[in-house]
């Protein structure tokens, strides 16, 4: 169900105005569009057209329900009348058609992942100067199967007969495709197509940081100011930004020691941040609290809140002690952009190269990468039907537990299904090709994953599994393993994340498995399966199987969608 959140300011004159449609993607099509030059922001779907005057542009996010189904994001129909131009995509695109009198139905084929458009009227101003097949990025369970009246028909792909519309005259187009993450190589083109279509009040990067410190001086004023620092990238930036703002005799900063953090964590974050001259930093090791509260806990949003409320009391208790030495201190948070242009502005603040293209790694830390659960979760691929049967090889077998996917923009909790062969370590074009086709033609998975310990399916052992010192210490080994082969390996800059996930079953009673996940990526909001070179992930696996209690390898093949980056 889609709960929008209303906005109360105006919108911002000559911007180019993202309709949010409940997706994934809307603050990444901001982000392109700024990356272009153009000012934009985020509004609801709902907002009324008539706050929407004055917008340069429209665009309609994905999002993950049927525009058909009660209770989807609907968008003022009156923005057909605003006279701007206008772009659905996805779930934006299924909109319009909608709205118009289009027809939209549920496709007989779901689309996830990299596809192939063939633009046979490549004179429509969005595919200007462009080839006529075009590799594009899908997620969609619905298709739009008739135009609406005054729309032309502007690609076709196999599965989406309908992947573009327009209505030139009006300036309204429908792309069924996402135009703003990397795995549509063209998608930038398109978008700065459309948004040449659009007067657009400009937006740069230079002298950002300016622009945010006088904003941030404004509000505090002559106060003192209070930031949590977790190590990322987003609070090193705010934090040295206030430093460098309002000096260190105004700032303090608390860092948190979960007790889920990385290996050696800690003492580099405080050694980074001394090479700034930055000491100004409380470290406050709260490691049992966090254990104590998530004892017994398995359910993936229920860890996240626990950690979450944990951590806002620790952020208290250890504040007001702050306050008691140091005196009031007003709470700033984190820098609200996106995380591309929070680096771009660490390195305007001149802050080290490898430390703002730090991989990026969740909030909850290793809370999220160790899969916990009571019991096993049994899948019995006899139940499957005749034609999904044939999909799944004779060398593959379901895991005994679930994680979260995306697919079609909705959350799923299914299985993972391992496959085996005998060169455990290279992966095959055809095992890739498995891990896009089996999770879109059976739903029972969300990820194709290859052993890279095992030549053939071992009896797998579950053991109960939950958040606690000595799984966070085992898997803070294996990740710094995986890490420090990574870098020998100088492939840190080529991956963009590298989770690594504990799961709690072996060969045998107390044994766990590791999952590594390397992904390419740049926003987030899709991602692309590493291919790891075969002597890299024998090295990962060998000293991986070396760490006592670890008793399986595994590397999942699987992009986003119809995986998630993490595993909860």
């Known amino acids: 169900m889609h709960h929008p959140k209303t906005h109360t300011d105006p919108i911002h004159p000559g911007s180019i105005v993202i309709l949010d449609c409940g997706g994934q993607y809307a603050h990444l099509i901001a982000n392109r569009v700024r990356r272009l030059g153009a000012y934009s922001e985020i509004r609801i779907a709902e907002t009324p057209a008539e706050e929407l005057r004055g ?83 899908m997620s969609h369970g619905d298709e739009v199967t008739k135009l609406p009246e005054g729309f032309t028909h502007l690609a076709r792909s196999q599965s989406s007969p309908i992947a573009a519309m327009g209505d030139e005259k009006r300036r309204i187009f429908g792309l069924q495709f996402h135009v703003e993450v990397t795995h549509t190589p063209k998608g930038m083109e398109i978008l700065q197509n459309f948004l040449g279509l659009c007067k657009a009040a400009p937006w740069s990067v230079e002298g950002f940081s300016d622009r945010i410190s006088k904003t941030i001086k404004t509000e505090v004023g002559e106060r003192n100011v209070f930031m949590l620092v977790s190590g990322g990238v987003d609070s090193t930036v705010a934090f040295t930004l206030l430093n460098k703002m309002l000096g260190t005799d105004r700032v303090q900063g608390l860092l948190v020691d979960t007790g889920l953090m990385r290996k050696n964590e800690v003492p580099l974050i405080k ?55 140091k005196g009031e201190l007003r709470m700033v948070e984190r820098i609200r952009k996106s995380q591309d242009e929070v680096r771009m502005l660490g390195e305007e603040l001149g802050l080290p190269h490898a430390l703002v293209w730090r ?110 010192r000595e799984r966070a210490d085992l898997l803070r080994e294996a990740d710094a393993i995986v890490d420090e082969e990574m870098r020998q390996a100088e492939l840190e800059n080529e991956i963009w994340q590298f989770p690594v996930v504990l799961l709690p079953f072996g060969v045998m009673r107390g044994g766990e498995s590791i999952v590594l996940r390397p992904i390419r990526s740049t926003d987030a909001m899709t991602a692309e399966a590493y291919p790891l070179p075969e002597d890299v992930l024998q090295r990962m696996t060998d000293r991986l199987m070396a760490l006592p209690g670890i008793e399986a390898v595994f590397l999942d093949l699987t992009n986003k969608p119809p995986a998630t980056i993490e595993w909860e």
């Open 55 to 137: 917008a340069a542009g429209i665009i309609l996010s994905g999002g993950p329900q049927s525009v058909y189904e009660k209770g989807s994001p609907q968008a003022d129909p009156k923005i057909f009348d605003l006279g701007i131009p206008i772009l659905g995509l996805c779930y934006g695109h299924q909109w319009i058609a909608h709205a118009l009198g289009g027809e939209v139905t549920p496709g007989t084929v779901k689309e996830y992942g990299r596809t192939d458009i063939d633009v046979f009227n490549r004179e429509s101003p969005l595919f200007q100067n462009l080839p006529q097949f075009l590799t594009v990025w």
């Open 271 to 325: 050694a980074a941040l001394q090479k700034l001259g930055i000491t100004n930093l409380h470290v406050e090791d709260a490691s049992e609290e966090f254990f104590s509260a998530l004892e017994g806990i398995t359910d993936p949003e229920e860890k996240r809140h626990i950690i979450g409320n944990t951590f806002l009391d620790v952020q208290k208790r250890v504040s007001e002690e702050l306050r008691s030495a």
């Open 359 to 468: 991989h990026p790694f969740p909030g909850p830390g290793l809370g999220v990468r160790m899969l916990c659960a009571a019991s096993p979760s049994l899948l019995d691929v006899e139940k499957l039907d005749s034609q999904q049967k044939t999909l799944l090889p004779s060398h593959a077998t379901p895991l005994p537990v679930q994680s979260v996917g995306v697919q079609g923009d909705g959350r799923t909790y299914r299985h993972a299904l391992a496959l085996f062969s005998h060169h455990s370590c290279r992966v095959t074009p055809e095992e890739r090709a498995l891990a896009t086709n089996i999770p879109n033609s059976v739903p029972l998975f969300n990820r194709v994953l290859l052993c890279t310990s095992y030549n053939t399916p071992p009896t797998f052992e579950f053991t109960p599994g939950f958040v606690t």
